[in-house]
């Protein structure tokens, strides 16, 4: 029998012993590859093929014992840490909208997009991440294309405006699978990557934009642009940072250099002088306490008086204000809390979410696979974006509206992408194991 076959036979066996399908391919290369370099190693020695083959195998053990073995070891990881810390925030957000906010006296609204979000999360969680590998273009056009018309139509249809600053949540998803797709295309697939970020981030600045209750709708989303483009070019940086484009580290971060200028000049490009004088304001608020410092102002002056426990000492400018929970409104919920319960609601909070934060990103570093890693990672830094802006936003630094604080602050439509991203993610802790990349051949630059 030919000396491949006799591998090839060898390894099906073993693989009959494993119940997970999914682990198959991983498992056949792996033994495959450690027979064969048994059997080069037996042949280096002066051993014939056939004999060296048999020596590799004989040594490796009986088949069903290492099928069986490696059963037990090859199964789906049910992530449930990860779950737990999900559900706390899931509970953490039900709690202050039923019976801190009241969610507008609409409880069955709450729990029905929560229940909605719940079955996406657990559809995800037992889906196959995988497939934005097998279609990636198809997975970035279909994003892309669904920004444009959201971004476009409001015109046409009102309630575009409303939903299109939430498909930002799923650009790193975009991104991820077109970094996946320019794998070892050297500098022109960091330029095509950069290309693909760029185009759905310009597209942010001309979302219109709620600025508040009862307030006018802008054009330009500063906080989709902002965190589109943040988190484009970190995901782009780390693929090549790891060689994954198949040129060293220099010059593929001279090349980021092309695209990161481009979207600095489209924001100092979008940038109006309105908006200077509101970033100005950001950093210190006193420069227009009543117009775009007024919240940064108000934040700041009712975080000054807050107390460890219960309800701190409230400005006399500003107790109007702490009558009606509401009257914070969605961008304000942190601040809310902690003028009324006191900073031990912040604190708990930011040690779920904190908690949640860095176990994501540890698991995402262990990924074996770049798919999972950069599915994984992508939703993460996703959910780790929405995070800061909000607090930064609550804590007064208030340039840019933040989307949401994931799964706590209101927004059933975030809520429900929110808990979807985390099934998926989830769905590669589970699975990632044994994810195999596509191979493309890797030709490394001949510089260090």
């Not at 036979?9 to 073993?14: G, K, L, M, S």
């Not at 709620?210 to 693929?239: C, E, K, R, V």
């Not at 090549?240 to 695209?259: A, C, D, E, Q």
């Not at 481009?262 to 970033?279: G, K, N, S």
Request: hydrophobic share 50%; proline share 4%; aromatic share 14%.
């Amino acid at each position: 029998m030919p000396s491949l076959d006799r591998i090839n036979e060898y390894v099906n066996t073993v693989c009959q012993q494993l119940r997970w399908k999914k682990a198959h391919i991983r498992v056949s290369e792996e033994m495959a590859d450690h027979i064969i370099d048994g059997r080069d190693a037996y042949i280096t020695q002066g051993m014939d093929e056939e004999a060296a083959t048999e020596k590799a195998i004989y040594e490796t053990g009986d088949p069903i014992d290492i099928g069986t073995q490696l059963d037990r070891v090859h199964r789906p990881k049910p992530q449930w840490v990860m779950l737990i810390a999900t559900a706390a925030l899931l509970a953490i957000g039900i709690l202050i909208r039923l019976f801190i906010f009241g969610d507008d006296g609409k409880p069955t609204n709450v729990l029905f997009y929560t229940g909605v979000g719940v079955a996406g999360m657990i559809a995800a969680y037992f889906a196959d991440f995988t497939i934005i590998g097998k279609y990636p273009k198809a997975v970035y056009l279909v994003i892309v294309t669904l920004t444009v018309a959201l971004a476009f139509l409001p015109q046409l249809w009102n309630r575009a405006a409303f939903y299109s600053q939430y498909i930002v949540l799923l650009f790193p998803l975009a991104y991820s699978a077109i970094i996946y797709a320019t794998r070892n295309k050297k500098r022109l697939g960091i330029l095509l990557c950069g290309v693909a970020i760029a185009l759905p981030t310009i597209v942010t600045l001309f979302f219109p934009v709620m600025l508040g209750f009862f307030a006018p709708s802008t054009t330009g989303s500063m906080t989709g642009f902002l965190q589109s483009a943040f988190f484009g070019m970190a995901l782009l940086g780390i693929a090549v940072y790891k060689k994954w484009f198949g040129t060293n580290r220099i010059h593929g971060f001279l090349s980021m250099l092309v695209p990161v200028a481009f979207l600095v000049i489209a924001f100092l490009v979008f940038m109006t002088p309105r908006d200077w004088w509101r970033l100005a304001a950001a950093f210190n608020p006193s420069i227009e306490p009543l117009a775009a410092g007024f919240k940064g102002s108000l934040t700041r002056g009712l975080l000054g008086g807050a107390a460890l426990f219960g309800e701190g000492i409230v400005p006399g400018e500003y107790s109007w204000f702490t009558t009606l929970h509401m009257a914070f409104d969605n961008d304000l919920v942190l601040t809310d809390l902690i003028v009324h319960y006191g900073w031990i609601t912040f604190a708990v909070i930011l040690c779920v979410l904190g908690f949640f934060i860095v176990k994501g990103f540890r698991l995402c570093a262990m990924q074996r696979s770049a798919l999972g890693y950069y599915v994984s990672i992508s939703i993460m830094a996703s959910f780790c974006m929405q995070a800061i802006s909000y607090i930064s936003y609550n804590l007064g630094f208030q340039f840019a509206r933040p989307i949401s604080l994931p799964l706590i602050s209101f927004g059933n439509t975030a809520t429900i992408i929110n808990l979807v991203l985390i099934g998926f993610m989830l769905s590669v802790f589970r699975t990632g194991d044994v994810a195999v990349d596509k191979k493309i051949p890797l030709k490394l630059d001949k510089n260090p």
